[in-house]
Nanobody, 120 residues
Framework: QVQVVESGGGLVQPGESLRLSCAAS????????MGWYRQAPGEQRELVAI???????NYADSVKGRFTISRDNAKNMVYLQMNSLKPEDTAVYYC??????????????WGQGTQVTVSS
């Protein structure tokens, strides 16, 4: 079994910063990509940022220059530093990990989500 748990969400004012953390634990052989998605009320879930095990990153256009994704491979953790937050960043943020539980068995694991609310 693999568990993915997010933390760090909350209520902030526009222009402020927030840092999300995500930890993957359990029966893990190795993790390839890790990433963050978000889903606002009435909207579809969308990619925010993704990072490979080698550190290559990709961002949604809406967050480029404001958000930074990073990871600690030794701890199976991924982070999302969010700066200059806007009301439109309000959403539930989900962490996803592409986990190899054995050399041949691969599966996506999602966290339960953490709420980020940006409001004055």
């Amino acid at each position: 079994q693999v568990q993915v748990v997010e933390s760090g969400g909350g209520l902030v004012q526009p222009g402020e910063s927030l840092r999300l953390s995500c930890a993957a634990s359990g029966s893990i052989f190795r993790i390839s990509n890790m990433g963050w998605y978000r889903q606002a009320p009435g909207e579809q879930r969308e990619l925010v940022a993704i990072i490979t095990s080698g550190g290559t990153t990709n961002y949604a256009d809406s967050v480029k220059g404001r958000f930074t994704i990073s990871r600690d491979n030794a701890k199976n953790m991924v982070y999302l530093q969010m700066n200059s937050l806007k009301p439109e960043d309000t959403a539930v943020y989900y962490c996803v990990a592409d986990v190899w539980v054995t050399m041949k068995n691969f599966q996506n694991y999602w966290g339960q989500g953490t709420q980020v609310t940006v409001s004055s």
